[in-house]
C-alpha cells in the first residue's frame, strides 16, 4: 500500500491503482473534485480532517493518499447500524477506520465494534474526521457524495502497530453525570451541567465562561471518561451548549465517572 502527501491540489500526480484513500485538510474540500481528477483513479473514497502531520511536519493545508490494491475492501455505513458492514471485515489483517467526529452513535458503533472483534485478531486504527469549528456536516465522502454519522472502513492485509496517547490529565474531579441522553450533558452530581462546569473551571482556573468565548475556553478544558480498560480517560471536547445543557462530541453514558 503507497502513502503520498501533498501539500497543493496542483502537486497531486496520477496513481497506480484503481481505487484510493484520501485524507484532506478542510480549507481543500470544497476542491475535492480537482483531485479525483488528478489521481486519475476510478473509486475514490475519504475523510475530511483538520491537519495532517508527515514525517514529523504540521500541516494544515495537505492532501495525504493511500493506494488501494484490488484485495482491499471499503465500507461505509452508518454509526448506529454498522453490523453487516464489519461482519465483512472479519477476514482482514487491519482495519483503517475513519468516523463521523461529532457524530452522537459513536459509542454505539464502539460497542457494536468490540462485540464483533472481541475474539478476533484484527487490527484497528483510525481517527475521527471533521472540521476545526466542528460544525455538523458531513465529512466523509466518496466519488458520489458526501455522508454524516457514519464510518468508512477499509480491510486490508498489511500489519500495523498501533500506540496512542493524548496526553491529557485529570485537574478536577471525579464528577458524576447524573442525566444524559445522546450528546447533551443535563446535569452532573445532580445539578445543572454548565452551571457546575462553569464553578469548575472558575475555581481551577480563573476562567470565566460566556456565550461568546466559549468555545475557546472549553476546547482546552475538554471532559474524561473513566476507562476500565486504559489508563487514560477517554475524551469528550465540548461543542456548545443548549441552556443549562453541555454538548459534547460523541455522547456520554448516563453515571458516567468523569473528570475535567
Same mark, same amino acid.
Given at each position: 500500500?503507497?502513502?503520498?502527501?501533498? #501539500?497543493?491540489?496542483?502537486?497531486?500526480?496520477?496513481?497506480?491503482?484503481?481505487?484510493?484513500?484520501?485524507?484532506?485538510? #478542510?480549507?481543500?474540500? #470544497?476542491?475535492?473534485?480537482?483531485?479525483?481528477?488528478?489521481?486519475?483513479?476510478?473509486?475514490?473514497?475519504?475523510?475530511?480532517?483538520?491537519?495532517?502531520?508527515?514525517?514529523?511536519?504540521?500541516?494544515?493545508?495537505?492532501?495525504?493518499?493511500?493506494?488501494?490494491?484490488?484485495?482491499?475492501?471499503?465500507?461505509?455505513?452508518?454509526?448506529?447500524?454498522?453490523?453487516?458492514?464489519?461482519?465483512?471485515?472479519?477476514?482482514?489483517?487491519?482495519?483503517?477506520?475513519?468516523?463521523?467526529?461529532?457524530?452522537?452513535?459513536?459509542?454505539?458503533?464502539?460497542?457494536?465494534?468490540?462485540?464483533?472483534?472481541?475474539?478476533?485478531?484484527?487490527?484497528?486504527?483510525?481517527?475521527?474526521?471533521?472540521?476545526?469549528?466542528?460544525?455538523?456536516?458531513?465529512?466523509?465522502?466518496?466519488?458520489?457524495?458526501?455522508?454524516?454519522?457514519?464510518?468508512?472502513?477499509?480491510?486490508?492485509?498489511?500489519?500495523?502497530?498501533?500506540?496512542?496517547?493524548?496526553?491529557?490529565?485529570?485537574?478536577?474531579?471525579?464528577?458524576?453525570?447524573?442525566?444524559?441522553?445522546?450528546?447533551?450533558?443535563?446535569?452532573?452530581?445532580?445539578?445543572?451541567?454548565?452551571?457546575?462546569?462553569?464553578?469548575?473551571?472558575?475555581?481551577?482556573?480563573?476562567?470565566?465562561?460566556?456565550?461568546?468565548?466559549?468555545?475557546?475556553?472549553?476546547?482546552?478544558?475538554?471532559?474524561?471518561?473513566?476507562?476500565?480498560?486504559?489508563?487514560?480517560?477517554?475524551?469528550?471536547?465540548?461543542?456548545?451548549?443548549?441552556?443549562?445543557?453541555?454538548?459534547?462530541?460523541?455522547?456520554?453514558?448516563?453515571?458516567?465517572?468523569?473528570?475535567?
Amino acid at each position: 500500500m503507497l502513502i503520498e502527501v501533498f #501539500e497543493k491540489l496542483e502537486d497531486v500526480r496520477p496513481i497506480e491503482s484503481e481505487r484510493c484513500l484520501v485524507l484532506i485538510t #478542510e480549507d481543500l474540500w #470544497e476542491k475535492k473534485h480537482v483531485l479525483k481528477a488528478n489521481l486519475e483513479c476510478r473509486d475514490f473514497y475519504g475523510v475530511v480532517v483538520p491537519y495532517i502531520i508527515s514525517n514529523r511536519k504540521f500541516l494544515g493545508s495537505g492532501i495525504l493518499v493511500f493506494s488501494l490494491d484490488n484485495c482491499a475492501k471499503v465500507e461505509i455505513t452508518p454509526l448506529d447500524k454498522p453490523e453487516e458492514s464489519l461482519k465483512l471485515l472479519r477476514t482482514f489483517k487491519t482495519i483503517l477506520l475513519f468516523v463521523d467526529g461529532i457524530s452522537p452513535f459513536i459509542d454505539t458503533f464502539v460497542s457494536k465494534l468490540n462485540q464483533i472483534f472481541e475474539d478476533s485478531k484484527v487490527k484497528i486504527l483510525g481517527t475521527g474526521g471533521g472540521f476545526k469549528k466542528l460544525s455538523k456536516e458531513p465529512c466523509l465522502f466518496d466519488g458520489e457524495k458526501a455522508f454524516k454519522d457514519c464510518a468508512l472502513l477499509v480491510g486490508v492485509n498489511c500489519e500495523v502497530d498501533v500506540s496512542i496517547g493524548h496526553g491529557w490529565k485529570p485537574i478536577h474531579g471525579p464528577l458524576v453525570v447524573t442525566k444524559s441522553k445522546d450528546n447533551l450533558i443535563y446535569e452532573i452530581n445532580g445539578e445543572p451541567a454548565l452551571k457546575v462546569y462553569k464553578r469548575a473551571l472558575k475555581e481551577i482556573a480563573n476562567v470565566e465562561i460566556s456565550e461568546e468565548n466559549f468555545c475557546e475556553v472549553a476546547h482546552a478544558f475538554p471532559l474524561g471518561i473513566v476507562s476500565l480498560r486504559d489508563k487514560e480517560c477517554i475524551l469528550r471536547n465540548f461543542i456548545g451548549f443548549e441552556g443549562d445543557a453541555l454538548i459534547v462530541a460523541s455522547s456520554i453514558p448516563v453515571f458516567s465517572s468523569v473528570f475535567i
